[in-house]
C-alpha cells in the first residue's frame, strides 16, 4: 500500500513537471520573446549581448550559467547566485551604469583591484547580514591573500 503510494507521487509530480516543460514551452517562453521582434538576443554568442538584456527580463530565456558568465562580464566583476536573489535592483542598476560605459567604449567596465574587492566585501557583507537576520548559518572560508 506504501508503495503505491509512493509510485502515485512520483507519478503525480512527474505529470506536474511535464506540464510545467509544456506550459514553459507553449506559453511563457514565447510570450516573453514576442515582445522582442527581431532581436533574439537570447540565440547569441556574446554573452554581454545576452546579458545586457536577460538582467531586465524577468522570465529566464538562457541558461543561467550563461547568464552568470555574461554578467560578470558586462559588470567586470565577479558576480554570485546569491546577489540576484537578495540585490536584483542593485544589479540592475549597475547594468545600466556598465552598458552606457559600453555603448559609449565600445568595451565594458573595468573595476580596479581595490573597487573589485570593495564590491566582493560589499556582497559578501550583504549576504553575511541576510543570514543573521534570518537566522542562518553562513559558511565562510578565508584564503591567504594580501595583508591589509
Known amino acids: 500500500m506504501e508503495k503505491e503510494k509512493e509510485r502515485d507521487k512520483k507519478g503525480q509530480a512527474r505529470k506536474m513537471t511535464l ?3 509544456k ?20 540565440e547569441s554568442d556574446d554573452l554581454i549581448i545576452v546579458a545586457r538584456h536577460q538582467i531586465f527580463e524577468k522570465i529566464l530565456l538562457v ?10 562580464k558586462l559588470l567586470g566583476r565577479p558576480v554570485w547566485t546569491h546577489e540576484f536573489g537578495l540585490n536584483i535592483e542593485g544589479l540592475r542598476k549597475e547594468a545600466k551604469e556598465a552598458i552606457t560605459i ?16 570593495d564590491k566582493i566585501g560589499q ?15 553562513l559558511i565562510a572560508i578565508e584564503t591567504p591573500g594580501k595583508e591589509k
Open 19 to 21: 506540464f510545467r516543460k
Open 23 to 42: 506550459l514553459w514551452r507553449e506559453v511563457i517562453q514565447p510570450t516573453a520573446i514576442a515582445k522582442y521582434g527581431e532581436n533574439h538576443w537570447w
Open 63 to 72: 541558461d543561467f550559467d550563461l547568464f552568470l558568465q555574461g554578467i560578470g
Open 102 to 117: 559600453l555603448d559609449a567604449t565600445g568595451n565594458p567596465p573595468k573595476l580596479s583591484e581595490k573597487k573589485e574587492q
Open 123 to 137: 556582497v559578501m557583507n550583504s549576504l553575511s547580514n541576510f543570514c543573521l537576520k534570518n537566522n542562518k548559518s
